[in-house]
């Protein structure tokens, strides 16, 4: 089981920051790459960034390069997604995901498991 907590509000001004934060059980947490999703209304489920499960390697989505970061805390099963200069597109549902293969994916249905998700309005 995977979930989701937003740490700080869901709604923001443009150019704000705002943390994510997700917490994995019921997983063996190092064995899973993770990754955050987003979808807004109306559009596919977006790549936002993935984890490796050492946290050795990162990848980024070309529209958060730059402005997001993930991390990951093993040792509390926990998924990070810091988000800076926040804009109006980034707004949507945000998910947490794991994947138990060795490299990062991209594609939602290349993943195991899914958070329930969580809302980031950002307003301009």
């Known amino acids: 089981e995977v979930s989701c907590r937003r740490l700080g509000g869901g709604l923001v001004q443009a150019g704000d920051s705002l943390r994510l934060t997700c917490v994995a059980s019921?997983?063996?947490?190092?064995?899973?790459?993770m990754a955050w999703f987003r979808q807004a209304p109306g559009k596919k489920r977006e790549f936002v960034a993935a984890i490796t499960r050492s946290g050795a390697s990162v990848e980024y989505g070309e529209s958060v390069k730059g402005r997001f970061t993930i991390s990951r805390e093993n040792a509390k099963k926990t998924v990070y997604l810091q988000m800076n200069s926040l804009k109006p597109d980034d707004s949507a549902v945000y998910y947490c995901?794991?994947?138990?293969?060795?490299?990062?994916?991209?594609?939602?249905?290349?993943?195991?498991?899914w958070g329930q998700g969580t809302l980031v309005t950002v307003s301009s």
């Open positions: 995901a794991a994947r138990s293969k060795v490299l990062i994916a991209v594609t939602p249905g290349d993943y195991d498991y």
């Open positions: 019921g997983l063996i947490f190092t064995s899973y790459i």
